[in-house]
């Protein structure tokens, strides 16, 4: 696909690998769709890349149904078509399944804890992907999806819901690949390694200096790695139903 004047959706665009993606996709020309919940940020991201290109900010919680269905409605109306939809909102909420000391329960993973990180990286992607795939269908558009899924995906001590979200996502690309065909709609997932983001940032520094010293590169990735993978895969229009693993050689 060619990215000149092509409509890109990026969801959690306003910082982190969202904003890099957007930031490498408008310098090659493409138009930017940001969605993201926190607006404030949104506002600031959405300006700094206005003299680039075309840029307009949603601001959105994915979660929510009623409101993917309206946004991907005035995205059309904003720019006429849709080309790619790249899910990469996502969240975090880390703990042991259960947590004992001395063979007593001191902790254990709330079911509050599971939902909330399954809803957004989920549901949210879930939602962003159909009405994504309606609006492309509807702008008479090929298209292309990229679920931003994860190494964790295979399963990581402390993220049972994230690692599970992760997985789901994957899986939920190889089946929209196959499904989406007839539309022209191609559908990849990324799975990126521990990529330097705020993300990544509150995660505690003895667990972060162990999972950099077990990657074979010896260092974080970069959310521009990320970006430039999203790259490729938009242009290169034979790379379908699969995941892309960018991750510095480490795994689990
Ligand atoms: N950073 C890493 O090491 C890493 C590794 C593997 C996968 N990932 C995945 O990459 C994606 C981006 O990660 P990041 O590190 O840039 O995260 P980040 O926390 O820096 O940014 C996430 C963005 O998503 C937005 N967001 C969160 N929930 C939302 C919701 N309900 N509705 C709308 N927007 C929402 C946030 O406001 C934020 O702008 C995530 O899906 C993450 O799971 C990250």
């Known amino acids: 696909m060619n990215l000149n004047d092509s409509v890109v959706v990026v969801t959690g665009g306003a910082k982190g690998i969202g904003y890099a993606i957007c930031e490498m996709l408008a310098q090659a020309g493409a138009k930017i769709a940001m969605v993201d ?36 409605q005035y995205i059309l109306e904003d720019f006429k078509q849709v080309n790619v939809v790249i899910n990469n909102a996502g969240v975090l909420q880390d703990g042991l399944l ?18 909330a990180v399954m809803a ?12 994504g795939a309606l609006a492309m269908i509807a702008s008479q558009q090929t298209g292309l999806i990229i679920n931003m899924s994860s190494l964790a995906r295979h399963g990581n001590v402390g993220q049972t819901n994230y690692a599970a979200s992760k997985a789901a996502v994957a899986s939920m690309t190889v089946g929209w ?4 065909a007839r539309h022209q709609i191609r559908a990849v997932a990324i799975a990126p390694g ?28 970069q959310a521009s790695e990320i970006a430039q993978t999203v790259k ?11 995941i892309i693993e960018v991750d510095g050689g480490l795994t689990f």
Not at 40 to 52: C, G, P, R, V
Not at 177 to 180: P, T, V
Not at 232 to 242: C, K, L, Q
Request: proline share 2%; with cysteine.
């Open 37 to 72: 919940r926190d607006e404030a940020q949104l506002e600031q991201s959405a300006s700094n890349l206005s003299a680039l290109t075309e840029v307009q900010g949603y601001a959105v919680d994915i979660t929510d149904e009623g409101l993917v269905e309206d946004t991907f």
């Open 98 to 115: 259960l947590k004992l000391r001395e063979g007593k329960l001191i902790d254990k993973m709330s079911l509050q804890q599971f939902n």
């Open 120 to 131: 957004v990286n989920v549901q949210g992607s879930f939602l962003c992907g159909r009405e």
């Open 177 to 180: 690949a196959k499904e989406l």
């Open 194 to 221: 521990v990529i330097d983001t705020e993300m990544t940032r509150r995660m505690p520094e003895k667990a972060m200096a162990n999972i950099q010293a077990a990657i074979p590169c010896q260092r974080l990735g």
């Open 232 to 242: 490729f895969v938009i242009e290169n229009d034979y790379i379908n139903g699969r």
